[in-house]
């Protein structure tokens, strides 16, 4: 048995937990079954060491879970049930021992596990200076359902499903970037792993989808302000954003106004849902989420007018230009 | 419009080749729909600068073209119609001008346009040191067909689908490592070409696939040894190759033995089919092979025996224990 044998023997799963993986890894490629009455749902998402992540604030684990959390978050705002994942990982020659590619895998299967995801494709190779991470994902969807971006129209509730500015605030902390504001340790734990286990809003997705209404979702992996626009240029409407009305967690009140507005604005990788729901299914929306233990919470509403976000903050009012995060801005 | 919107909207497809592509770029995820009666192949592959390709023998869209052409030869290996790809690429902030970024893309086109596939998916960042390639693919297979790995039986008959070594043979060339042999310009161009430009055997596999028999594929990206040994192992069987039976160009004649049988033996990326067929079939095959202007070229049988690749020259005979490309050996 070669290296890369070993290798894939090493990463193959025992078992798949689906019975939609007709043939996993071992072959030229993988065959998977899409169920009548579905759609197959696909995203890739790729992260860059120094780039997308640093070593100084990841594990290993951590970087797997990111990986695929990310494109899971993907399909949760298409509504759908996350299925199966391929991973492609080039690895510097230096740097990187085994036992760290093997942690790697690890976190993924964390992810995978928590999602009953399978792993049914992988490429490992190596590079030369940064590990680049790429996952792919699929999931399925019912033919029914569309969850786009272009499903806003003027006088619709704008919702997150949970508290924004906790990753980055959790990215501040870690690289010691926080001005010496006293956070207690506890809530210190908390962004932390905001930062670095995020939890991909599956449930919710999966609850709007199965009630047939008409929805627009994005998740925000980018920041609202970015992600807001981009269901605004979808659908061709203004978003008003109502900046008292967006959850965030207490601690961040320790902080000057400045830092709270970009972390809860242009935070990236918070896998909440920003949602758009017609006012006459709002109640509904509200009553069935408490029934599942979802939290929803109403941040603004859709207006007719060029495409815009629009953050009330009291009497003042301004248009958000900033676009959260740049993947070809250099981040951390 | 920001940078990455911008980027997407240069790339994104104008309009899909295929129906079953429900949604593409622009949300969060495509979503695709697989016809009743097939199921879904997927595969992904990894190119990495200096590592699977040099700037040096390779034209940005040759690496594009060929990002996807060894992703369509896995599809092809299992019979697959190709569908649809996804695209990972991560791109040095130095030395690679936006340019070029464009011209991968152009490559990568160039092979999807040629096997109707529709790009589903897109994801550019940026590195440090290397480019990094991954392409996620899909095709479509019939419920009832799996040419897989397994599917040799003692007795079998051994074939490939074209001449080998053209493709290392080309990557010597292109290096200057062909010790001074007098190549015509005309052949050197063929070679190259080969090792630039491989071409997946899609029609073959779909005929093969077709026709509704036992068979198991390989697509020899890897080398014969290598792809012959991966049957063997699946399968529990000899792989009792003849090496005199083995398509090559005629122009590696003017060479050394020992560089024939490294480039015919062990070169990868050459994207022919090496495919086993039941004796009682063997016949059927070649007619239809010769009716749709495919070429098959029996190389050899199947035996009981412990799994090992046999190659027979003449009246010696020797077992293959080079693995052809390893994945974690460098090349170039």
Same sequence: chains 1, 2.
Avoid at 282 to 299: F, K, M, N, Y
Wanted: charged content about 25%; some cysteine.
């Amino acid at each position: 048995m070669d290296k890369e044998f070993a290798w894939i023997a090493s990463i193959r799963q025992k078992r798949m937990l689906s019975e939609d993986v007709e043939l996993g890894i071992g072959d030229d490629a993988a065959i998977v079954r899409v169920p009548d009455g579905y759609d197959q749902v696909l995203a890739v998402d790729t992260m860059v060491e120094d780039v997308h992540f640093s070593r100084a604030t990841m594990a290993p684990e951590d970087i797997g879970y990111k990986a695929l959390a990310v494109n899971i978050s993907d399909l949760a705002a298409m509504g759908a049930v996350p299925k199966q994942y391929l991973v492609s990982l080039a690895v510097p020659k230096q740097g990187w021992p085994d036992e760290e590619t093997r942690r790697i895998y690890a976190g993924l299967e964390e992810a995978a596990a928590l999602y009953g995801m399978d792993l049914i494709g992988g490429d490992t190779v190596s590079t030369a200076d940064k590990l680049v991470i790429s996952v792919t994902v699929t999931g399925i969807v019912e033919t029914s359902v569309r969850l786009l971006r272009a499903n806003a129209r003027p006088g619709d509730v704008i919702a997150v499903t949970g508290p924004l500015g906790a990753s980055l605030a959790g990215l501040d902390l870690l690289l010691d970037q926080t001005n010496g504001v006293p956070v207690p340790e506890m809530d210190q734990d908390q962004l932390i792993r905001s930062h670095q286990r995020p939890v991909p809003q599956v449930k919710a997705g999966r609850l709007f989808a199965e009630l047939g209404i008409r929805a627009a979702l994005n998740d925000i992996s980018d920041g609202i302000s970015r992600e807001a626009k981009e269901i605004a240029e979808a659908s061709g409407v203004r978003m008003v954003l109502d900046w008292k009305r967006i959850p965030k967690p207490d601690i961040l009140a320790l902080f000057d106004e400045e830092k709270q507005k970009d972390w809860v604005l242009h935070g990236g990788e918070e896998f909440q849902l920003v949602c758009v729901f017609s006012g006459k299914h709002w109640r509904d929306v509200c009553l069935l989420a408490e029934q599942h233990g979802i939290t929803i919470s109403p941040v603004g509403m859709v207006e007719a007018g060029e495409p815009a976000v629009i953050l009330i903050d009291g009497q003042e009012s301004e248009t958000l230009t900033k676009s959260g995060y740049d993947h070809f801005r250099d981040r951390e």
